[in-house]
């Protein structure tokens, strides 16, 4: 583990080799050797790794689901689902096994599959940002504008220095119009807001520059804009 804390991660992985050859059955060394095999991008050993803590320590709910994390990095969505599901059978109150479940259907534009697994999460963690902008990204979708906005505000008051929420609160723009009038109105708060953006917004990092584009670009009628 203090190679580990330190960043020496080959040194680490060795240690936890030699413990695992020394007890086999040491669920914490598989699962710490699991970690810094993904942290070093050996996803293969990761996988043989998290399963070996998962037969030793089969109550171990934090093993099934880091590894359906690291079938999600890599693709792998079947996989990563069944993982989250094996999670939640041994910790059904797992929010973040919920909202990772709900991320995989949203991205497949399985729209009313995601909104129920971000809302499991939310009542069993309801100050979970992360869930709060996956369900405002999700009524948006839906056509739910306002509902959207709302959500989205849920998850600023929470933390109101997450980027993705606050783009897409001050930039996301509805998907139709009841009225001409309205297409005015929100081509006009969208430049006023975006001004604003720009003066107020750091774009240090790379996170951020990818946060700006995700909210100009995600959300946003192309039309309008033009």
Not at 137 to 152: I, M, N, P, S, Y
Not at 189 to 201: G, I, K, S
Request: hydrophobic share 40%.
């Amino acid at each position: 583990a203090f190679h580990r804390q330190g960043g020496h991660l080959d040194q680490a992985i060795a240690c936890y080799k030699q413990a695992i050859r020394l007890a086999p059955g040491l669920a914490e060394a598989h699962f710490n050797l699991a970690h810094a095999l993904s942290e070093v991008n050996r996803p293969e050993e990761a996988e043989a790794a998290y399963r070996a803590t998962m037969r030793h320590q089969p109550q171990n709910a934090a093993a099934p689901y880091n590894l359906g994390l690291l079938y999600k990095s890599r693709g792998q969505y079947p996989q990563a689902v069944e993982a989250f599901n094996e999670a939640l059978r041994i910790r059904p109150n797992y929010a973040e096994a919920h909202n990772n479940i709900g991320v995989i259907w949203r991205d497949q534009n399985r729209l009313d599959q995601a909104r129920i697994c971000f809302e499991q999460a939310l009542a069993i963690k309801p100050d979970m940002v992360e869930a709060l902008y996956n369900l405002g990204v999700v009524r948006h979708k839906q056509g739910d504008f306002a509902l959207a906005l709302d959500t989205f505000r849920r998850a600023l008051e929470l933390n109101p220095n997450y980027g993705p929420a606050r783009w897409l609160y001050h930039l996301a723009l509805p998907i139709f119009y009841s009225r001409e009038e309205d297409i005015q109105a929100c081509r006009d708060r969208f430049a006023t807001n975006l001004a604003q953006m720009a003066r107020t917004t750091p774009l240090d990092t790379y996170q951020m520059r990818r946060n700006a584009l995700d909210g100009v670009a995600a959300f946003t009628n192309f039309y309008l804009q033009y």
